[in-house]
């Protein structure tokens, strides 16, 4: 699983936003892709946790533990249509 350590300060909320905690940053990162798993355990994984977020989060739900390997803050990551403008800037397309 690729991932990086998280540089922001990052906050937890209650329902009113109001900061309930300042959460550790040093046990905190964020996850990138590609993940890589066993594509037998992955397919079960992801059948029975269709709800999971991303493929290490189905493996977590099904009782594997990934490892971590550092990745790279230029892994750009596209989840949100704002990430596909980034990726066209760099890109030199807009």
């Avoid at 909320?13 to 905690?21: A, F, K, T, Y």
């Avoid at 798993?37 to 990934?66: I, K, S, Y």
Wanted: proline residues 4%; aromatic residues 6%; hydrophobic residues 50%.
């Amino acid at each position: 699983l690729l991932a990086v350590p998280i540089v922001d300060t990052v906050k937890r909320v209650d329902v009113q936003l109001r900061v309930c905690e300042t959460l550790d940053r040093s046990v905190i990162w964020c996850a990138q892709t590609p993940q890589v798993f066993r594509l037998g355990p992955l397919t079960e994984a992801l059948t029975r946790h269709r709800g999971a977020t991303d493929e290490a989060q189905a493996m977590e739900l099904a009782g594997w533990v990934p490892k971590l390997v550092a990745g790279s803050t230029r892994n750009l990551k596209i989840t949100v249509a704002e990430d596909l403008a980034l990726a066209a800037f760099y890109l030199g397309l807009s």
